[in-house]
């Protein structure tokens, strides 16, 4: 089995889109990113909802912190973000780098030792020509192990 048989294709992001579209994005898809492309269609960047939600809504204070927060800590419903606000921004400052990318000929094993080695949760799959094929998760091929069946 190979990691273009187990790839779920998605939408894809551009520059200037919004946090909007990143969130609606994710959720049709249930997947925790998205590959932003280039004017010549090629990946350049990833969003992830990670990064994301923690840059919204987790202080580092919070983080530190997380070991001691109680389940009935009012307060911290007052963090929530501006939800009208940040889906107006665009995903532009939220651009990362972090990305893997593999062959839909890649094997399943190769793409869990790499999810693994970087600490990632999927990887986009892009054919020879560059061309965006989909994203691989831990689901994703945990859905094609089933399939075997």
């Known amino acids: 089995m190979n990691l273009g ?3 779920q294709m998605t939408s894809i992001l551009h520059r200037g889109d919004t946090l909007e579209k990143l969130l609606r994005d994710c959720s049709d898809y249930r997947v925790s990113t998205l590959p932003v492309m280039d004017a ?5 960047g990833a969003v992830s909802l990670y990064d994301l939600l923690a840059k919204m809504m ?4 919070l983080v530190k912190a997380a070991h001691v927060l109680g389940d009935e800590a009012v307060a911290l419903h007052d963090i929530e973000p501006d939800m009208a606000h940040w889906c107006r921004l665009p995903i532009d400052e939220h651009i990362t780098q972090k990305y893997y990318v593999v062959t839909p000929e890649s094997s399943l094993t190769k793409g869990l030792a790499l999810m693994a080695d970087k600490d990632s949760t999927c990887l986009f799959v892009v054919d020879k020509s560059g061309q965006y094929r989909g994203i691989v998760t831990r689901i994703t091929i945990a859905q094609r192990l089933l399939d075997k069946l």
């Open 40 to 44: 010549e269609g090629q990946i350049s």
């Open 5 to 7: 048989d187990s790839a």
């Open 58 to 61: 987790l202080p580092d204070y």
